[in-house]
């Protein structure tokens, strides 16, 4: 770690001299490094054509050294729960954005982009959904009107939305949701379908955990992305969360994962990156973990349609890891003290940053 941070000043400094030498062109990615700062992670991706982005929750935003960072390092913000059903539409048809929108605002002001997470999952539902049954078209006509207030709310202020989030099992079989017992599969394209009929120009995601490396429940998304190629169904991008362990393994076909889904004309995102371990950390599992971010972002830049990188919160203090697997953690590239850790220094380097 220390060695990395030697290289990074002596990377500084041989910037500085270059930047002193007018050899530096001037792009917008560029403009932070003029000032004789070190390249941030966003600079880095933006000289592939790639954002780096982290989520962010409202709580959090109080914290003003945690504020610095987030607004410096990336350039790509995700609200961690803002834009959630349970936040957005509290009542039935009552609609209350201030939580995404403060987070929208916060990314202009540090001109950043913003992916809208997430229009429809089987999670985190308000109350009035889950309480009750509904028919197949009450169903359907609460999915549409949460779908379209929500896309026209935020039209021209996010890039892209998750607009289903974790349809599928393990083994590639439909995930028993509320949508799909009530609705059948056809709820995926009729959202999308909606979706782009609120805001043609936004992005349009489906999103999943356990879907980076080749296996049956990619192979579910693979087939479901062609089908809905193939009928004309607005589908632009697969989000793959990669929330990995440590203990399970590295997925080793990310890359060729990533690159099939290109193949089918979509974009591709690592869109809710974070590696956890078993506490206590140890320097060997933190090399360990440093080297899984390396792997992650290099696969992403060595396939073209592979968009950018989010990490899901930058910083262990505000990580959703503990709370939802107990005994495991420290999954973040910054630690708890907002100090860098050797993920850190790894993703710069994946970047080309040294
Ligand atoms: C998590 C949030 O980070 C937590 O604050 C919340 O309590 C639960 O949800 N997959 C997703 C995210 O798509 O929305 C989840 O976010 C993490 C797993």
């Known amino acids: 770690m220390r060695k990395s ?17 007018g050899i530096a062109s001037g792009t917008a990615a560029q403009a932070g490094e003029r000032h004789g700062k070190e390249p941030t992670l966003a600079d880095l991706a933006q000289r592939h054509g790639r954002y780096f982005g982290s989520a962010t929750d409202n709580p959090e935003l109080t914290d003003e050294p945690y504020k610095a960072l987030l607004g410096s390092e ?9 834009m959630k059903w349970y936040a957005t539409e509290p009542q039935q048809g009552v609609f209350d954005f201030s939580k995404g929108d403060e987070i929208v605002n916060l990314a202009r002001a540090n001109r950043q982009k913003v992916r809208g997470h997430t229009l429809v999952w089987h999670s ?3 109350d009035w959904l889950t309480g009750r049954e509904w028919t197949a078209p009450e169903l359907r006509a609460v999915l549409k009107k949460h779908v379209q207030a929500e896309v026209r709310h935020y039209r021209g202020k996010v890039f892209a939305w998750d607009v289903v989030n974790e349809a599928f099992n393990e083994d590639g079989t439909y995930r028993e949701s509320v949508f799909y017992k009530t609705l059948g599969p056809g709820y995926i394209a009729d959202a999308l379908r909606w979706a782009h009929q609120a805001d043609p120009r ?4 489906l999103n999943d955990y356990n879907i980076e490396g080749i296996g049956p429940k990619s192979d579910a998304y693979h087939r479901l992305a062609k089908e809905l190629k193939a009928k004309g169904v607005p589908l632009h991008g697969i989000g793959f969360q990669a929330h990995l362990a440590l203990q399970y393994g590295y997925p080793t076909t990310v890359e060729d994962n990533l690159r099939r889904f290109s193949r089918l004309g979509l974009d591709t995102a690592l869109t809710e990156v974070d590696v956890r371990m078993q506490l206590p950390a140890t320097q060997e599992k933190l090399a360990q973990q440093a080297k899984w971010y390396r792997d992650l972002t290099e696969a992403c830049l060595a396939v073209r349609r592979c968009v950018g990188v989010t990490v899901w919160d930058y910083t262990d203090k505000y990580s959703w890891i503990p709370a939802v697997f107990p005994g495991e953690g420290a999954a973040l590239p910054w630690d708890e003290q907002l100090r860098p850790k050797p993920a850190y220094f790894a993703l710069r380097e994946a970047l080309g940053g040294r």
């Open 5 to 21: 941070a030697t290289r990074l000043r002596l990377a500084g400094a041989l910037a500085a001299a270059l930047m002193l030498a």
């Open 74 to 82: 990336f350039d790509q913000i995700t609200p961690g729960n803002g």
């Open 124 to 126: 985190q539902l308000p």
């Open 202 to 205: 936004v992005k349009l995601y």
